[in-house]
């Protein structure tokens, strides 16, 4: 068997790592497009047709099998993604970066935290889409439900957080597996917990979370860019 020298070698890892960047940035850019094409089709549809077909269906089929287990269960998750519970996390990962003088992926986590909250809170307002009739839950501090915050904050809290995972390389890729989709079911609990208990149109939510993946997307896109930049102006004077 002909040896394999080490420019073969080196081109064989060339040649694999722009395969993975190719398919990497296909994958990101389909995610995008998706995101972006549904959350165009539920304002146009759901909030300036207020069409309700598929939200009255959705409320249908949970208000037949939703017991008052659930709904207590639906009340507990819901708590995740309140800002009582997602402001302290922020602090909690900010202040593990900053301890381990990683300042640059703090400020990073501090900007995508704070932009979306401005986001969301400045959509409420612009489509000015009332919550449904009948919530189960009491002390709403907002009349308006499109987009929904709890969907919308701990989608992008629990997206950076598996972020994060994949991108660790202390974690065993087993363990990767494991708790990426368990902390992506959680966050869709967490969604569903404010349809089923009827502070949010099922809309409301599936435009979140569409809008905090486009959110997502573009911060760590134009954070990786700025970083890159920063690194090639730093470069030439290091020489």
Request: with cysteine; hydrophobic share 50%; aromatic share 16%.
């Amino acid at each position: 068997m002909k040896a394999i020298t080490a420019k073969e070698r080196s081109g064989r890892i060339r040649k694999g790592v722009f395969k993975y960047l190719s398919v990497k940035v296909l994958v990101i850019s389909a995610l995008f497009l998706v995101s972006l094409y549904g959350f165009i089709l539920i304002v146009h549809e759901a909030v300036l047709k207020d069409e309700q077909t598929f939200d009255d269906k959705v409320f249908d089929f949970f208000a037949a099998h939703s017991s008052p287990r659930f709904i207590q269960v639906m009340r507990y998750f819901t708590f995740f993604g309140s800002h009582t519970f997602l402001i302290p996390a922020y602090l909690v990962v900010i202040s593990f970066y900053l301890f381990r003088k990683k300042y640059r992926s703090a400020l990073h986590i501090t900007i995508i935290g704070i932009s979306s909250t401005l986001l969301m809170f400045g959509l409420k307002e612009v489509f000015a889409r009332s919550r449904p009739d009948l919530p189960l839950v009491e002390s709403l501090t907002n009349n308006y439900g499109f987009p929904s915050g709890h969907a919308l904050s701990s989608f992008i809290f629990f997206g950076m957080f598996i972020y994060i995972i994949w991108h660790s390389t202390r974690m065993p890729g087993i363990y990767k597996w494991i708790s990426i989709p368990l902390v992506f079911a959680f966050t869709l609990t967490v969604a569903m917990s404010r349809v089923v208990l009827r502070v949010h149109y099922p809309t409301d939510v599936i435009a979140s979370y569409c809008l905090g993946n486009l959110w997502t997307v573009l911060s760590l896109e134009v954070m990786r860019k700025i970083s890159r930049k920063r690194q090639l102006n730093v470069a030439p004077h290091a020489g």
